[in-house]
């Protein structure tokens, strides 16, 4: 028997543009209760427009622990309860290691890492009580790192550390881990790598293959999540089939 989603309560991180806005419409049409955090305010509004159910927005900045944890209370709040934390929100700043701005690095594991275990911490004892999910958003560079992607990888990889170890504390009181690892997603992702040419070398490769779209990935989740309680995904690596 599948889980149903309808009036699941769920909160995607990151849910302005790309993978998470696709994440969280296709939840809501899925019947869930959506609850939706990033800090463009302008688009989330226009998100909750297009929603299929109720949603709701929330101005999240995944580094600031207490507005993480002001997201988490807010969403049950307003729901009543937690069932699925889909931990979404990332940056991607690609370059080479010698000379890099390392703010940039400070940026991407405040923001991968970091900020995905604050909201994990947060969010636990509400999912403990509906035995509910964590959806980790990793990447094929959290099984494997290139050269330009040092850092990113490292946040990556370790989403995938952090999600093992998550997976042993809770799965016993049903909660699952589910770690998405998806390829080349055409989103605004490599849009804001300074570097010009690793930026150009990233808007080559979207040119020369059919990418993945958001969709692509929202499916995956929504796959993982409707299994019946006694199966967990707990990984799924997907990749465009033009991606070598
Ligand atoms: P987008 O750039 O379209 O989306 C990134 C989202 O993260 C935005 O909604 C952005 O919202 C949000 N975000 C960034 N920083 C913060 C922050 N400090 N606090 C809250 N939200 C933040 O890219 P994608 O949809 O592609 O990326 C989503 C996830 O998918 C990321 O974790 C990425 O690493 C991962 N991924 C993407 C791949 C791809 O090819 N596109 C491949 C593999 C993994 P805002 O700026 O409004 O805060």
Redesign the pocket.
Known sequence: MTTSLTEKVVLV?????????ATALALSKAGARVAV????AD?LRSLVDDASGEMLALD????DQPAVEAAIEATVARFGRLDVLVN?????LSGPILGADTTEWIRMVE??LL?SMFAVHAALPHLLETKGAVVQ?????GRTASAASAV?AAT?FGITAFSEALRQEVTAQGVRVIVV????????????ITDQAIRSLAQDMARSMRT?R?EDIAGAILYALAQPEHVAVNEILIRPTDQT
């Open positions: 991180t990151g849910a302005s543009s790309g993978i998470g806005e955090g990033a800090r463009r688009r999240l900045d995944v580094t979404n929100a990332g940056v991607m923001t991968n900020g958003i990793s990447s094929t560079s990113y990556k690892e998806p390829g080349f997603v055409a989103t605004e992702l490599a849009d804001h993945l958001p």
